[in-house]
Nanobody
Framework: VQLQASGGGLVQAGGSLRLSCAASGRTLSRDVMGWFRQAPGKEREFVAAISWSGSGTYYADFVKGRFTISRDNAKNTVYLQMNSLKPEDTAVYYC??????????????????WGQGTQVTVSS
């Protein structure tokens, strides 16, 4: 399984970005998908996750109301819409897959496959 994250970039505070995570080598329709991020000098932290059907979504408190996770199983792709971005959102964002499960996890060790990460930089 390969996960390819894209969509990162440089944006001003208050702006928006949409991250995508495309999978190859496996159909993700039965997998939980998550987004994590890691800022310089900090540990990787949970951002959002979505159940295989898309009916369940989970967010870290610091992104609630600003970020939206979604998925298109027909395209084997997961998205993270990020609005009202803040400088503290600056980090490398990673997508991850927890395969063949209905339990949505928020801890990185629960995920089986990881993308390479995409840099998000928010200027003040």
């Amino acid at each position: 399984v390969q996960l390819q994250a894209s969509g990162g970039g440089l944006v001003q505070a208050g702006g928006s970005l949409r991250l995508s995570c495309a999978a190859s080598g496996r159909t993700l329709s039965r997998d939980v998908m998550g987004w994590f991020r890691q800022a310089p000098g900090k540990e990787r932290e949970f951002v959002a996750a979505i159940s295989w059907s898309g009916s369940g979504t989970y967010y870290a408190d610091f992104v609630k109301g600003r970020f939206t996770i979604s998925r298109d199983n027909a395209k084997n792709t997961v998205y993270l819409q990020m609005n009202s971005l803040k400088p503290e959102d600056t980090a490398v964002y990673y997508c991850a897959a927890d395969i063949e499960t209905i339990v949505v996890g928020t801890r990185s060790h629960e995920y089986d496959y990881w993308g390479q990460g995409t840099q998000v930089t928010v200027s003040s």
